[in-house]
Nanobody
Framework: VQLVESGGGFVQAGGSLRLSCATS????????ITWFRQVPGKEREGLGC????????YYADSVKGRFTIASDNAKKTVDLQMNNLKVGDTAVYYC???????????????WGQGIQVTVSS
């Protein structure tokens, strides 16, 4: 299983970024793919999960209404669209995968290497 994040970088508060998680090595159509983030010294936080089988999504309250997760089953990618970004969204963002079910817990088998997102005021 391989997961590779892309699309991170610098953005001003109020702006948007789109992260992408490219996947390979597993049956994409029946997996749970989740986006997490982590700030140094804090626990990794689950943001949103998508079930690639039925494309149902689940979000943490902290990002609900601002972040949207979507999968492209043909390309085997999962994107995280982040709008109205805040300074507090600055973190390293990870995607993770496991065979169902979807969830924002940390019990995932496979993780990407992470990508930095920095939001400036």
């Amino acid at each position: 299983v391989q997961l590779v994040e892309s699309g991170g970088g610098f953005v001003q508060a109020g702006g948007s970024l789109r992260l992408s998680c490219a996947t390979s090595g597993f049956t994409f159509d029946d997996y749970a793919i989740t986006w997490f983030r982590q700030v140094p010294g804090k626990e990794r936080e689950g943001l949103g999960c998508i079930s690639t089988r039925d494309r149902k999504t689940y979000y943490a309250d902290s990002v609900k209404g601002r972040f949207t997760i979507a999968s492209d089953n043909a390309k085997k990618t999962v994107d995280l669209q982040m709008n109205n970004l805040k300074v507090g969204d600055t973190a390293v963002y990870y995607c993770a995968a496991r065979y169902s079910p979807c969830g924002l817990d940390l019990w995932y088998d496979d993780w990407g290497q992470g990508i930095q997102v920095t939001v400036s005021s």
